[in-house]
């Protein structure tokens, strides 16, 4: 829903009159992947360091493409 109305608002605008996002699009709570739990253990650091970097947007949604080419 959030893509389709950012691709098209003028569409949605004319179709929908309120849009109530109630929950979180993902919960982490369960997550096995070790290098990300090692990352949330030490998140202060590593927002810390991805700011003082300048490092806003580490993996975008087209990342992989980017890579490809």
């Known amino acids: 829903m959030f893509l389709a109305a950012s691709l098209n608002p003028?569409?949605?605008?004319s179709k929908i009159n309120l849009f109530a996002a109630?929950?979180?699009v993902t919960s982490l709570n369960n997550m096995k992947?070790?290098?990300m739990v090692a990352t949330a253990a030490h998140w202060p650091e590593v927002e810390y360091l991805a700011l003082k970097f300048g490092a806003y947007d580490l993996l975008n949604a087209n990342w992989a493409e980017e890579e490809a080419a």
């Open 33 to 35: 992947v070790p290098a």
């Open 10 to 13: 003028e569409y949605f605008n």
């Open 22 to 24: 109630l929950g979180p």
